[in-house]
């Protein structure tokens, strides 16, 4: 089992930034590949960012690239997500998940997660 606990969400302007962080525990962190996504009200769950094992490959939805940098730190069992240039677009719930198959189909798919995070509220406002 792993334990994912996100934290780092809040309300912020447009234009503004916020760092998300998830720290996990339970097994080693250093097997799963990491990603984030995130869900606004009335919206399926969606693919935001994801990051390799030992961070040599990281994917980005079309939406962020540019925008938003994710990250890992394995000594400290922690994933993060820097998200610059906000937009209120970006308002949803967002989710850290944890997958064993790394370089998967670019770790884009919710189904290759088995772990998952209780979520963070990020709010932008115009």
């Known amino acids: 089992q792993v334990q994912l606990v996100e934290s780092g969400g809040g309300l912020v302007q447009a234009g503004g930034s916020l760092r998300l962080s998830c720290a996990a525990s339970?097994?080693?962190?250093?097997?799963?590949?990491m990603g984030w996504f995130r869900q606004a009200p009335g919206k399926e769950r969606e693919f935001v960012a994801a990051?390799?094992?030992?961070?040599?490959?990281?994917h980005y939805a079309e939406s962020v690239k540019g925008r938003f940098t994710i990250s890992r730190d394995n000594a400290k069992n922690t994933v993060y997500l820097q998200m610059d240039s906000l937009k209120p677009e970006d308002t949803a719930v967002y989710y850290c998940?944890?997958?064993?198959?790394?370089?998967?189909?670019?770790?884009?798919?919710?189904?290759?997660?088995?772990?998952w995070g209780q979520g963070t509220q990020v709010t932008v406002s115009s």
């Open positions: 990051v390799s094992r030992y961070s040599s490959v990281t």
């Open positions: 998940a944890a997958s064993p198959i790394n370089y998967g189909l670019g770790n884009r798919r919710a189904d290759e997660y088995d772990y």
């Open positions: 339970g097994r080693t962190f250093s097997n799963y590949a």
